[in-house]
């Protein structure tokens, strides 16, 4: 017990402001899950981003006339492959980003939309620079799976 508690004084902590606007304080080397605050936040997140890119002129062509269950069922794939990505308890048991979006003929005007909206997202929710950062480089790192057209 005494070492565990050294190998935890040894880490920096950083605070974590959670949605529900209470602090939680986590070390430094946590996972990118832990500092974004756990399922709660992430789904909330996914939640606010989706609702900005349905309601977009141009990108909402991708939510309409779609059942409300189905738009759930995709949203809930959506957490479960960010916390797995991010090294939370999930497993992401979806289709692979390519396979997934191929045909959709997804372009760099819809990316930008997407990308704004989920930067407008993290900003509402005071998400700190450094795991703003994480979050836009882990969405970059799927845009050449998804987007097809210039
Ligand atoms: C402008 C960009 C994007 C558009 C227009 C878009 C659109 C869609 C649509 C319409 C579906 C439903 C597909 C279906 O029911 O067959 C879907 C599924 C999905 N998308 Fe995206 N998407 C975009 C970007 C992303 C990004 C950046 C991620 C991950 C960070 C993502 C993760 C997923 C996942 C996990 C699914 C569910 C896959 C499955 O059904 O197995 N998408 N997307």
Redesign the pocket.
Same mark, same amino acid.
């Given at each position: 017990m005494k070492r565990i508690v050294k190998r935890i004084a040894a880490h920096c902590i950083v605070p974590v402001v959670l949605l529900t606007g209470s602090v939680q304080v986590v070390a430094d080397d946590a996972t990118l899950y832990q500092r974004l605050g756990g399922y709660d936040a992430i789904s909330a997140v996914v939640d606010d981003v989706v609702a900005q890119?349905a309601a977009d002129e141009k990108?909402g062509r991708?939510?309409a006339h779609r059942g409300d269950d $189905?738009i759930a069922?995709?949203k809930q794939?959506?957490v479960?492959? /960010?916390v797995s990505e991010a090294g939370g308890p999930l497993h992401?048991g $979806?289709?692979e980003?390519a396979i997934?979006?191929k045909g959709?003929r /997804?372009d760099e005007e819809?990316?930008q939309?997407?990308i704004t909206a989920l930067e407008t997202t993290l900003d509402k929710f005071a998400v700190p620079p450094r795991e703003t950062r994480e979050v836009l480089e882990?969405?970059d790192s799927?845009?050449a799976d998804?987007?097809e057209e210039s």
């Open positions: 890119i990108l991708f939510w $189905g069922r995709e794939f959506i479960d492959f /960010i992401y $979806g289709r980003m997934s979006h959709m /997804i819809d990316w939309i997407l882990f969405f799927t845009k998804i987007v």
